[in-house]
């Protein structure tokens, strides 16, 4: 079961998207110099799809929609994706993972986006071109590396 913490609209999470971040908690990953080790925990409300309609409701000029986190239960985030996609054609679906490679569990045709790699402090973020962390955007089933996007 996921549970979301809080949410916000972000514009630099994926690249040419106004993004519904959603921040899951329960991250069993636990990256040194997390931003956010609050969500470590097992707290918030669960996040199920009658919640993520309630969301896209209020916020109809986005256009994408983020799991920032869900590596506790990836079938659940999977679950989501698929029923997003399914529902709301329009709207891209992105995952932010702290994993090293993509779940199993995960049905990329799902997702449009997918990020992976735990934060590692000396590597750096996204931004920064000696990251560990890859971004990538999902064309035909499968994983198109465009992490360069993000370097300034």
């Known amino acids: 079961m996921l549970k979301y913490v809080n949410y916000d609209i972000v514009f630099q999470e ?5 993004a519904l971040a959603l921040n899951i908690s329960g991250c069993p990953c636990h990256c040194p110099g997390c931003h956010s080790s ?12 009658e919640v993520l ?10 256009s994408c ?28 679906v992105a995952w932010y993972s702290g994993r090293t490679i993509v779940s199993p569990y995960i049905d990329i045709r ?24 890859h971004f990538y955007r999902v064309v035909d089933g499968k994983l198109e590396d465009i992490t360069s996007v993000f370097w300034h």
């Open 65 to 92: 929609v983020a799991f920032m986190g869900g590596d506790g239960d990836p079938i659940e985030v999977d679950n989501l994706a698929l029923y997003l996609h399914q529902r709301y054609p329009r709207l891209k």
């Open 38 to 49: 609050y969500l470590w925990q097992d707290i918030g409300e669960v996040l199920t799809p």
């Open 53 to 62: 309609d309630q969301f896209i409701a209020a916020n109809d000029h986005i």
């Open 14 to 18: 994926v690249p040419n998207e106004v």
């Open 110 to 133: 799902h997702f449009d986006y997918i990020k992976i790699g735990p934060y590692i402090a000396h590597l750096g973020p996204l931004n920064r071109r000696t990251t560990n962390q």
